[in-house]
């Protein structure tokens, strides 16, 4: 079986490329990307993409819990440790591996959360000019705010057994992000950063030339 | 500018991401079999832990530690687990304890010629919300070795028939165990495959004795 250390690599990966999508560490990347991938160029696009990418690695973090989930359920051993990361101790625990009022797993929860929030990245990324583009970015930005308690408590139960589960870490932080991407892209749409105009730089770049 | 474009774009990513969602539940329909966690039988047993009495010494218990996953029906060198949750102030505790006791010395191979997988045995002693159920460690120690001038039920522990047990008891004064496990009463008896799947419960099987299960199932597994 692959290594999960490795696998969790392959989800960190991608999470730091959206983020470096969305800030202006980025910028310098993109720029780099535009040769190939002119759309880039525009802020809102660069934006768009990294915040789709974090969803969806939400997405796909949140399936690989449910199936730790089910495969420790089974007997199996997938990722425990005699150190403090051992998310089999964690996913394992009867007690707190689904939620308290309806007893749901908590990687199908983050399924469809991520889902939810895939739906919004990949809708307004498309139709950025839409009537409802400013509400559903609104949207996501309370779903991923309101995960910010869940996000606790699930934190709360990790010191509580004194383990640390690396990959629903890797599903907090892409909630995290997300919801810093809601934001600063509600900022975007507020000032003005949120037509494709090609940037100045850019503009005065190609006429020199 | 804005433009009003509704449904079209909201309808093909909303199939998109659907689709995506369908297809991540058919890979684990197809690539896990879970099983629940609960206190029925099939289920896998729910965690049991706690401190727990050997006779000598209090130590950490964990019922994982009893557990072989790699284990598969008809392999006798698996060891069966047998729960019992009990209260040393219960008098129907009280008065099976010596069945308990003969039960737990035959199936774990400490006397008798059981032929059959062994069978440990474990209590989980606890404290019932009755008036005079109080309870404490000395008084769980005194109710297994039959000792110490602790009360059991209004009488002394030392003098509760039966010999002394030589199986661990858990601490759960707290009722920790006792409602993971949803236990409905005491005496109540869980008897666990040595894959951690619960085989045999004694609320589901008021009409058979501990020892008639034991039998059936680990000798027909």
Known sequence: MVDQNVILIAYIMPVVFGVLMMTKAGDAVATSLTGRYPLLIHARRRHMLGLNIVAFTGFVVSTHTLWITNKISEGGNICSSATVFSCDDVLGNAQYNVDPFFGISWGLIGMVVFAALLFITNAVGKEPDALWAESYLRYGMYMTAAGLPVIALLVSYEVRMEKICQFCTMAHIANVVGLFGFWKAGRMHDEGGWNDDVPESSTSNTSTS | ?221
């Not at chain 2, 297994?144 to 047990?165: I, P, V, Y």
């Not at chain 2, 236990?183 to 894959?195: A, C, E």
Request: aromatic share 12%; with cysteine.
């Open chain 2, 1 to 221: 500018m804005k433009t009003n474009t509704e449904a079209d774009v909201r309808s093909d990513t909303a199939i998109r991401v659907m689709a995506i969602f369908f297809a991540a539940i058919m890979f684990l329909a197809f690539t896990t079999d879970p099983i629940r966690t609960g206190t029925n039988e099939g289920d896998r047993a729910p965690p049991l832990t706690g401190m727990a009495y050997n006779g000598s010494v209090w130590t950490n218990f964990d019922i994982n530690d009893y557990f072989d996953t790699n284990w598969t029906a008809g392999d006798l060198d698996g060891q069966w687990l047998l729960v019992d949750f009990m209260d040393t102030d219960c008098p129907f505790c009280i008065r099976s304890a010596e069945e308990v006791g003969q039960n737990a010395d035959y199936f774990m191979k400490l006397q008798g010629d059981w032929q059959g997988p062994i069978v440990n045995f474990v209590a989980s002693a606890t404290e019932l919300d009755i008036p005079g159920h109080e309870t404490s460690r000395a008084e769980i120690e005194a109710f297994r070795d039959k000792s110490g001038e602790e009360s059991c039920a209004g009488n002394s522990c030392a003098t509760r028939d039966g010999s002394s047990h030589g199986f661990v008891y858990i601490d759960d004064i707290d009722q920790d165990n006792m409602k993971a496990w949803k236990v409905p009463g005491t005496p109540s008896y869980f008897l666990i495959q040595p894959d951690g799947i619960v085989a045999w419960v004694s609320s589901e099987n008021t009409d058979e004795e501990v020892s008639d299960a034991i039998f059936r199932l680990t000798m027909g597994a």
